[in-house]
T-cell receptor, first 114, second 112 residues
Framework: DGGITQSPKYLFRKEGQNVTLSCEQN?????MYWYRQDPGQGLRLIYY???????QKGDIAEGYSVSREKKESFPLTVTSAQKNPTAFYLC?????????????FGEGSRLTVL | DQQVKQNSPSLSVQEGRISILNCDYT??????FLWYKKYPAEGPTFLIS?????DKNEDGRFTVFLNKSAKHLSLHIVPSQPGDSAVYFC???????????FGTGTQLKVEL
């Protein structure tokens, strides 16, 4: 089945550690996105990529980094510079960047900093 | 600067009645609007959308209305069912834009 796979589903991290969240899609979509969800704040865009080897900062990119070496993969690294990393992280893809068709989301990864 | 706003964080409706979820936006350049539904610990799923050239779009029990002059859209669910209990996000995008802007969500609870 086509879809987006995020892993791990739950992750715990000590303060000061970097952590990488995986996102893989087999939908042959060009564009991929990372969102963060916090209570009462909806979904906020961290980074997005319209094509392999290219990505742009979203609204809250500070403390995060990404790479897009393959069309299928868009991993997100939460660095120690991110002040409030505990959140629910969602990866999404769309057929084309700006495609007015819908985004397809993964099931999310919940990161907790201890 | 919240460009897409959902001012009601929660809504409770009886089964069989109509649910109306509201969304306001400030950016007049938005020309396409979408609603997503999200269950706990899952990713959002697309529900219904509307282009700014229309004022209504219907899909089964779900209807979205757009009032461009008021910069307001609403999602009507009728009849509401217990399985509709979820968080609903509205989202908007500008023509030629490459990212969605989401609202803060409304938690809908449909009671028996």
């Amino acid at each position: 089945d086509g879809g987006i796979t995020q892993s791990p589903k739950y992750l715990f991290r000590k303060e000061g550690q970097n952590v990488t969240l995986s996102c893989e899609q087999n939908l042959n979509h060009d564009a991929m996105y990372w969102y963060r969800q916090d209570p009462g704040q909806g979904l906020r865009l961290i980074y997005y990529s319209q094509i392999v080897n290219d990505f742009q900062k979203g609204d809250i990119a500070e403390g995060y980094s990404v790479s897009r070496e393959k069309k299928e993969s868009f991993p997100l690294t939460v660095t120690s510079a991110q002040k409030n990393p505990t959140a629910f992280y969602l990866c999404a893809s769309s057929r084309l960047a700006g495609d007015t068709g819908e985004l397809f989301f993964g099931e999310g990864s919940r990161l907790t900093v201890l | 600067d919240q460009q897409v706003k959902q001012n009601s964080p929660s809504l409770s409706v009886q089964e069989g009645r109509i649910s109306i979820l509201n969304c306001d936006y400030t950016n007049s350049m938005f020309d396409y609007f979408l609603w997503y539904k999200k269950y706990p610990a899952e990713g959002p799923t697309f529900l219904i959308s509307i282009s700014s050239i229309k004022d209504k779009n219907e899909d089964g029990r779900f209807t979205v209305f757009l009032n461009k002059s008021a910069k307001h859209l609403s999602l009507h669910i009728v009849p509401s069912q217990p399985g509709d209990s979820a968080v609903y996000f509205c989202a908007a995008i500008t023509g030629g834009g490459n990212k969605l802007t989401f609202g803060t969500g409304t938690q809908l609870k449909v009671e028996l």
